[in-house]
């Protein structure tokens, strides 16, 4: 059954990007497709796209990068459209093989984000989202910052998500663990100064506003410099 609020957070996504309606629905029908086999994903989906808007937005991303950024993690895993039913729904770890074929999702959904001729940006990050900072992702082992930044946010967020919700496997874990894990994987899996703003967001949530306002005022180059120092 679909997820109607997925659905709906689509649509409006879709719009707020300057996107048609018919865009909108064929990307619903193959989200009613990754649903059918992978109960979690469209709501998983839904959580990435809050958090990633929202470190976004502390990064100070224009209003425009932030929507397409919206568009593409509502999006991000709809190449699971094109992963057999069986492998989508298995229980447990996968072979090898199996793994192989699951990280084509990236693929295929890059390549559904292009025939739905949605923005490059959108594309980009869809085809990224798993690429690791450190070179060892997948499909195109970029490294570091040669990954696009909306693709490193979508990682970011990606992650948190996973940890801090429940699997079939074990319970949620709480922000403090999923941030701790995720520090040992700054420099590795994700962006280090990515993450640090992610987890500052995530500690101090009440921030002054003069604190806010003084790092909006920084360039992009000089906001990330000052994360990672
Ligand atoms: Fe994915």
Redesign the pocket.
Known sequence: MLNFDWASHVRVAMATAGQQRWQANVAVAFGERVEAHSAETLAHSVRVASHAVRLAQRLGLETAAVRELRLAALL??L??ACIPAWLLEKRGSLTDDEHRIMQT??QE?HQIAVDLRLPAAVCDSVHH??EHWDGSGYPTRLRGAAIPLSARILTVA?IFDALTSERSYREALSHDAALEIMAGESGRTVDPALLRLHSGLMDTPQRTRAAVLRFATQSLTTRLATAAA
């Open positions: 991000h895993d190449g699971k999702h990236s959904g989202h798993h990606d």
